[in-house]
């Protein structure tokens, strides 16, 4: 895996975690990849969030972990020090841009306007997260983006849901999605990894 287009043909779907309890990671991580999904979008959205990547880096090799939510420079650096293998930005400034590059990782850096993604295409990135899906757009906009933006392929993310993902995933500029549903809180909070790996194999489906 060398570039942002190499996230998009992991899975169908990219799941979009937030872990709150660091001992959570690892076995969430592994009910994920039972259940047939090959990567993981971990947040930066709590305390543990590095320590975590770290955790499934180093004890879950089978899955690809990537750090989501990436809004600074700063933490493009943190998550690749910890073991993340690529990026996602809800956004992209100029800051965070070179930074992400400056990791060497691949990366889907966020765009939800026209002039974000031509921008973006024009530093020679053309898989990129659309986001928030839900609220930007969603089907219809990637649908409209197509035609003056061939090249670019996307992974929505935000808002969108197991009913909802064979309609973007039918896009031909949508490689994959990204789905918080497939690691609900209330799951995790009862260590409950079960229902994660039956959500995951139901996830993984979706791309046959």
């Known amino acids: 895996?060398?570039?942002g287009t190499d996230l998009l043909e992991l899975s169908p779907v990219m799941p979009v975690v937030v872990i709150d309890d660091v001992d959570d990671a690892v076995p969430t991580a592994?009910?994920?990849?039972?259940?047939?999904?090959?990567?993981?979008?971990?947040?930066?959205r709590t305390p543990v969030a590095l320590a975590a990547?770290?955790?499934?880096?180093?004890?879950?090799?089978?899955?690809?972990?990537?750090?989501?939510?990436?809004?600074?420079?700063?933490?493009?650096?943190?998550?690749?020090?910890a073991g993340a293998k690529f990026l996602v930005t809800?956004?992209?400034?100029?800051?965070?841009?070179?930074?992400?590059?400056?990791?060497?990782?691949?990366?889907?850096?966020?765009?939800?306007?026209?002039?974000?993604?031509?921008?973006?295409?024009?530093?020679?990135?053309?898989?990129l997260k659309f986001f928030p899906a839900e609220a930007s757009g969603g089907v219809d906009y990637l649908k409209s983006v197509a035609g003056p933006l061939p090249s670019l392929r996307f992974c929505p993310t935000g808002g969108i849901t197991a009913a909802t993902a064979p309609a973007y995933?039918?896009?031909?500029?949508?490689?994959?999605?990204?789905?918080s549903w497939l690691t609900p809180k209330k799951s995790l909070a009862a260590k409950d990894f079960a229902t994660v790996e039956s959500l995951a194999a139901e996830a993984a489906k979706l791309g046959a």
């Open 30 to 44: 592994r009910a994920l990849l039972a259940g047939g999904i090959r990567v993981i979008e971990l947040t930066l």
């Open 90 to 127: 809800p956004g992209c400034t100029d800051t965070v841009l070179e930074a992400a590059f400056a990791t060497g990782l691949p990366f889907l850096p966020g765009a939800g306007t026209v002039s974000e993604a031509m921008r973006l295409a024009e530093r020679g990135l053309t898989a």
């Open 169 to 179: 995933l039918a896009l031909p500029n949508v490689g994959c999605i990204g789905g």
């Open 1 to 3: 895996m060398t570039t």
């Open 53 to 81: 990547i770290e955790r499934v880096a180093t004890e879950v090799p089978g899955i690809v972990i990537g750090a989501g939510t990436v809004t600074s420079a700063g933490q493009a650096k943190q998550a690749a020090d």
